[in-house]
């Protein structure tokens, strides 16, 4: 059985509409499909599906979808040649980061921002 390749991430959010203007002001992917309550986005071979969070009960039964602002609890990372850089055109977009960019012991160079429903995305570039 091969599970390993990632085809689509969905990140349920609260408010669609400011979901989608994020998403396309930040990353400005190729739309694959939308309807009123659903985004999918295409981000070279993986595709982002930003889900209305009151669509999510259904996908996760039983489990239980987490409240806003319960805190982090994914993390996306998009690697980068110049993370300072992307840096500066985020915060020229408005982004405000939630940390970095900084140096870690792991050999990477990061920085992380939020989307409008909190899930963390993060930019990392490999030292050398």
């Given at each position: 059985?091969?599970?390993?390749?990632?085809?689509?991430?969905t990140?349920f959010v609260?408010?669609?509409?400011e979901a989608?203007a994020f998403?396309?002001?930040?990353f400005?992917?190729?739309?694959?499909y939308?309807?009123?309550?659903?985004?999918?986005?295409k981000?070279?071979?993986?595709?982002?599906?930003l889900?209305k969070?009151t669509?999510?009960?259904?996908?996760?039964?039983?489990?239980?979808v987490?409240?806003?602002g319960?805190?982090?609890?994914?993390?996306?990372t998009i690697?980068?040649?110049?993370?300072?850089?992307?840096?500066?055109?985020?915060r020229?977009l408005?982004?405000?980061?939630?940390?970095?960019?900084?140096?870690r012991?792991?050999?990477?160079?990061?920085?992380a921002?939020?989307?409008?429903s909190?899930?963390?995305?993060?930019v990392?570039q490999?030292?050398?």
């Amino acid at each position: 059985m091969l599970l390993d390749r990632i085809e689509v991430v969905t990140l349920f959010v609260d408010d669609i509409d400011e979901a989608k203007a994020f998403y396309q002001k930040v990353f400005a992917p190729e739309i694959v499909y939308e309807d009123a309550v659903s985004s999918v986005l295409k981000f070279s071979g993986t595709m982002i599906n930003l889900l209305k969070v009151t669509e999510a009960p259904q996908l996760v039964d039983p489990s239980a979808v987490a409240a806003p602002g319960s805190g982090a609890r994914v993390l996306l990372t998009i690697k980068v040649d110049a993370v300072d850089a992307v840096c500066a055109e985020l915060r020229k977009l408005g982004i405000t980061l939630l940390n970095g960019p900084i140096d870690r012991p792991w050999g990477r160079r990061t920085a992380a921002f939020a989307d409008p429903s909190g899930h963390v995305w993060e930019v990392a570039q490999e030292l050398r």
